[in-house]
Every structure is written in structure tokens, then in C-alpha cells.
């Protein structure tokens, strides 16, 4: 389960969240992530709320969480590991991180074929019959979505390296691969549509930027474009996660015709982005390693130059702090707060 809490307060941006590591729950509070947040949705759910609680207590005078949460349909989370798991990948359950995989070795990566259907697939299945059981138990009617990935990201998380080697020394087999986990994003996204979806597709390509701009806009741009098409048959908004530095690849990621919502990591220059992408919403990802190990004022500088750099473009720039692990200065987090808030 990702625990992402949102400032529930209109500040001097579009929007501000922090997101706590699980072994921030498991050293503050010995909250256990395991088999169990994945496969038990009594547990997940009956941790939520008591997640909800406990990060409104812990930082008054920030609106995050709630002392009276309401009960949501929370689908079972397998983030990265999830299309590994449905192609047969081992998934490994740590108690105090999110789950991982390992890769498959190249003979079966060689066999890897789109199967005639996804439901029985772990996490598909478990996804489908746990939204219903919540459905039922909470008395609402979310759809059983599916996750929705990205193509090297799938690629590299099911080959490991190898895929980066053969780009260069084995394009047949590399572009096999790639065409198999675009297939496996298009199947996701089509399910997801017609369970009742209309909102945002977004894909995740945090491994782009282990490869250059060049090598992005011949290999797998192609793909993403295909995305984007697939995202207006299907009436629904297009989103990029580029947690790298984004600047190297803003004019590649500009052939894609409209973009509503931008990720991009830290380091990145939020002015480039919101002036190349007029059209989208800019979420900049803080560098958690820095606000852990810096002091408050540079915390609270770095949120105001953040501030600054999207200049009237504000009101569609928004601040994710993801990744708190257990020592992290609370006091940082409130100065980023209170930098929002004072603009």
C-alpha cells in the first residue's frame, strides 16, 4: 500500500503531499507491511485508517490525515512488482518495504507470450475478487483497476540489465520484449476501461533515464505515443512519471501532442517544464535523501525556490515529498509546509 497524505488547505500552489515509507510505519509505529498488506484486505484497510489517524496526530497544525477517517476501497498494491508478478516473476513480501521481484532468466524471457487472458494472473485476480469483497463491506462501488506501468520500466524490472545490453547487441530481442510489455500495458489499459475508468493514464518511466534522449525518441517514444492514442480512443487524460532529471528529455517528450500531467525529479528546472508543457499540471519530486539529511531553513529555501521557479504558473504546480524513511527531521517537513503556505 502506498500511504501518500495530500494538504488538505488551499496554499500558494496546486497541491502538496508527503508520502511515508513503510518502514517509517514499521520503526514508528511497528506497523508490518509482508504477505499480509497485500493479501488480507481486512488488514490493509483496518491499517489505513489507523495510518490516517496516526499522521494527523503526529503533525498538528498540518492537515494530513484525518482523526475520523472513512472507509475506502483500497485494491491490493504490488507497485513495481506487479507485471513481473503476472509474468511469472518470484515476488518477494519484505515487512517493512513494498514488495519486489526478481527477474526471469533469458530463456524464459525468450518465451514470454501475451496470454488469451489476464484475470486469473496474480495481481489481477487478487485486484478483482478483493475490490469486490470491499465493495460489498463498505457499501460502495469502486472499479477492480488494473496497474498501469511502462514499457522499460516492465522490461527492465522482468530481464534486468540484459535489456539495456541488447539495445545495442541484440535489438531483435530487445524490441520482442519491449513489444510484449507494451502489449501487457495495452491489455491493462483496455480492462480498465471497460470496468468504467475515464480518468488519467498515467505511465511510469522512471528507467528512461538510463538511457539517453536519443535513445528514448527511437525506441520508446514510439510506444508511449501509442499510449497517448490509446488514451484519447478511450476518453481518457495522458500523465508522464519521469522521476530523473527532466530537462534532457523535454523536447523529445514535447512530440507527444498534449500532456495534462507531468512528474519530474529532482534537479529538474520546473520553469523549463511548465513552459514547455503550457497544457500540463508539474508535480516536482524533493529529493527525500536531502530533506533527511539537511537542515530546516534549506528545506524551507529549497520550497521557496521551488515557489519562485514556477512564478504565475503556480496554480497548476504541485510538490510531492515521497519516500520519508524513519529520522527524517519532522521539522523539515513543516517548513515545507510553511513555505507553501506563505508562497
Not at 67 to 89: F, I, Q, R, S
Not at 233 to 242: A, C, Q, Y
Request: aromatic residues 12%; charged residues 25%; proline residues 7%.
Amino acid at each position: 500500500m502506498w500511504f501518500s497524505a495530500p494538504v488538505r488547505e488551499q496554499l500558494a500552489l496546486d497541491g502538496l503531499a508527503f508520502n511515508f515509507m513503510p518502514s517509517w510505519w514499521a520503526r514508528n509505529y511497528g506497523i508490518e507491511y509482508g504477505r499480509r498488506m497485500f493479501f488480507d484486505p481486512d488488514y490493509r484497510l483496518e491499517t489505513y485508517l489507523r495510518m490516517e489517524r496516526l499522521v494527523h496526530g503526529r503533525f498538528p497544525g498540518i492537515p494530513l490525515g484525518s482523526p475520523d477517517p472513512t472507509p475506502v476501497c483500497l485494491a491490493p498494491e504490488l507497485n513495481n512488482a506487479a507485471t513481473p508478478a503476472a509474468v511469472g516473476c518470484e515476488v518477494h513480501y519484505p515487512l517493512n518495504n513494498y514488495p519486489w521481484s526478481e527477474h526471469l532468466s533469458p530463456a524464459k524471457v525468450a518465451e514470454l507470450k501475451l496470454p488469451s487472458k489476464f484475470e486469473d494472473r496474480c495481481p489481477y485476480a487478487e485486484i478483482d475478487a478483493q475490490v469486490g469483497y470491499l465493495n460489498k463491506k463498505i457499501g460502495c462501488d469502486s472499479p477492480p483497476l488494473w496497474p498501469v506501468r511502462g514499457v522499460l520500466n516492465d522490461a527492465a524490472l522482468i530481464s534486468g540489465t540484459d535489456v539495456f545490453e541488447d539495445i545495442l547487441g541484440n535489438p531483435e530481442r530487445a524490441r520482442g520484449l519491449f513489444d510484449f510489455t507494451h502489449g501487457v500495458l495495452e491489455r491493462v489499459v483496455r480492462h480498465n476501461h471497460a470496468v468504467g475508468f475515464r480518468g488519467m493514464l498515467m505511465i511510469f518511466n522512471c528507467s528512461i533515464m538510463m538511457v539517453s534522449p536519443q535513445t528514448y525518441e527511437e525506441w520508446f517514444l514510439p510506444y508511449d505515443l501509442r499510449l497517448h492514442s490509446l488514451a484519447r480512443e478511450l476518453d481518457m487524460t495522458f500523465g508522464i512519471h519521469h522521476c530523473g532529471g527532466f530537462d534532457r528529455y523535454a523536447s523529445v517528450y514535447r512530440k507527444i501532442p498534449r500532456i495534462e500531467f507531468i512528474e519530474i525529479g529532482s534537479q529538474s528546472d520546473v520553469g523549463l517544464a511548465l513552459e514547455r508543457f503550457p497544457e500540463a499540471t508539474v508535480q516536482y519530486i524533493m529529493n527525500a535523501a536531502k530533506i533527511a539529511r539537511g537542515s530546516c531553513r534549506e528545506a524551507s529555501e529549497e520550497t521557496k525556490s521551488l515557489l519562485r521557479a514556477a512564478g504565475d504558473s503556480a496554480s497548476r504546480f504541485r510538490l510531492h515529498v515521497p519516500d520519508i524513511e524513519y529520522g527524517t527531521p519532522e521539522e523539515n517537513l513543516r517548513a515545507i509546509y510553511r513555505s507553501c503556505q506563505s508562497g
